[in-house]
């Protein structure tokens, strides 16, 4: 992988989004973390390996804060060749009892922070060799969920996205793929019991967010693959039936 080439991983402050910036800083990428928090883009871009990372403080899910960051990518960095969508929030509980403002601000990161950031970066990306963007579901998003419909649909959500813009950018040569992951070791599934959903992951273990890493750095350095949903769940998707709440 070329040293040159610049990675923009938003939410890669902490999680499967810091994983990917640590996999995409070991391989020799530069890169740019993208975070709602200031100081966490900071601390993740000085700890990474080599001395030329930054950061970034951005909102995905409003577009002036959108435009403003990425303008600002292009400006002191270069051209993007890597995207990763790891941005994402999580408010589980029963449709009946979800408020309208938790669906839109669900919505709004996971659905619209995603296809912002994807039309901001393809202003560049589109004159980039082997550019790739990965963005990251959920296999919620794939199966569904008791406690997660609104999680569900902006997951699911992705998957039809992340096809259709593939198709609208394949002709520039830009791949567009989704990771969708399972139960992995994250902030999101701190308050869940692993023995609880261990049982129907058939690899008997919760992932680990460099598990989900090493999925998207196969996604960006594979060419000849766009469109696709690979999914990291250690087997999840073949039980019948999620145990518990589970999420990303």
């Known amino acids: 992988m070329a040293v040159s080439r610049l990675a923009v991983v938003c939410g890669g402050s902490r999680g499967i989004g810091g994983a990917v910036s640590r996999l995409l800083a070991q391989r020799g990428c530069r890169v740019a973390v993208v975070s709602r928090n200031e100081d966490a883009a900071r601390d993740t871009a000085a700890s990474l390996h080599g001395d030329d990372h930054v950061a970034f403080s951005c909102d995905v899910s409003r577009e002036d804060e959108v435009q403003k960051t990425f303008k600002c990518i292009q400006k002191t960095c270069g051209n ?3 995207l990763v969508n790891a941005a994402g929030i999580n408010r589980d509980a029963l449709l009946f009892r979800t408020k309208r403002e938790g669906m839109l601000e669900l919505l709004h990161t996971n659905v ?21 963007i990965v963005n990251i579901g959920s ?13 569900s649909a902006s997951k699911s959500a992705l ?8 198709k609208e950018v394949s002709s ?3 791949s567009v793929n989704l990771v969708a992951p399972g139960f992995i070791h994250t902030a999101m599934t701190a308050a869940l019991r692993e023995e609880d959903g261990v ?14 890493a090493s999925a998207v750095l196969f996604l960006l350095e594979s060419s000849y693959v766009t469109g696709q949903v690979l999914v990291v769940d250690g087997g999840l ?10 999420r990303r």
């Open 80 to 82: 993007i060749s890597y």
């Open 159 to 166: 998957e039809g996205f992340t096809r259709s813009l593939a």
């Open 112 to 132: 619209l922070g995603t296809m912002l950031t994807c039309r901001a970066a393809l202003r560049t990306m589109l004159h980039t060799e082997g550019a790739a």
């Open 139 to 151: 296999v919620v998003g794939l199966k569904g969920n008791v406690g997660q419909t609104v999680y």
């Open 172 to 174: 520039r040569g830009v």
């Open 237 to 246: 998707q073949l039980a019948i039936r999620f145990v518990g709440m589970g």
């Open 199 to 212: 049982g129907s992951v058939p690899l008997r273990r919760f992932g680990e967010p460099e598990d989900v």
